[in-house]
């Protein structure tokens, strides 16, 4: 198993960045593949992105593809996201997921609220 915790979160000006972190404890942390996901108040949560467990490549899907960047540091079990141009619309409680081999998101932390204003 492994448990997630993120940081990270807070407020923003439209056009900032913010740089979320994931800190994952348990072994084996590079046999799971991570993903950020996100949840607006009334939205259904959100695919942000993923960095995958074998060779770090990354999907993200249209919305923040350009804008946002997830990496990986094994040695230190944390994972990444770096938002860029963020805009009011990325506004939303950030989630940090893990997948052991890539197959179900099936580990949560309990989210980083992240606040854009315009």
Known sequence: QVQLVESGGGLVQAGGSLRLSCAASGRRFTTYSMGWFR???GKEREYVGRIAWSD???DYPDAVKGRFTISRDNAKNMVYLQMNSLKPDDTAVYY???AYFGTRWDYWGQGTQV???S
């Open 39 to 41: 949840q607006a108040p």
């Open 96 to 98: 940090c997921a893990a």
């Open 56 to 58: 770090s490549s990354t």
């Open 115 to 117: 606040t854009v204003s």
